[in-house]
């Protein structure tokens, strides 16, 4: 997606002892202020690849308050992952939380 497109956030998160990092952006339609579209792209771990992909696939379809409401806790229960890797997968939830806030910011 167009970075500086009017309808669209991006955000990106790190972790820098796991070496992960997660970019997602959002497209959001204006008026019901739903989210319409939800790419990501990650590097570092498995963890976090599924992470921002399971992320991106739940943004879509809700609405951005909803967006800010989506828990890390979730993502780790839906991946199954152990309490130790809950903050890889966090990183992906504050990507899009980020995604969220610079697309309010641009209205």
Do not use: C, N, Y
Not at 2 to 17: L, S
Not at 41 to 49: L, T, W
Not at 74 to 86: C, D, H, N, R
């Amino acid at each position: 997606m167009p970075r500086d497109a009017p309808d669209v956030g991006t955000g990106e998160a790190a972790t820098r002892e796991k070496d992960t990092i997660v970019r997602i952006q959002v497209r959001v339609d204006r008026t019901p202020r739903r989210i319409d579209e939800a790419v990501f792209k990650a590097s570092g771990s498995d963890i976090a690849i599924a992470g921002g992909s399971l992320t991106a696939e739940r943004l879509v379809g809700t609405t951005v308050e909803e967006a800010r409401e989506m828990s890390a806790l979730t993502i780790v229960a839906e991946l199954a992952l152990p309490v130790e890797q809950a903050t890889v997968a966090a990183v992906a939830v504050a990507a899009a939380r980020h995604a969220v806030d610079e697309w309010e910011r641009k209205q």
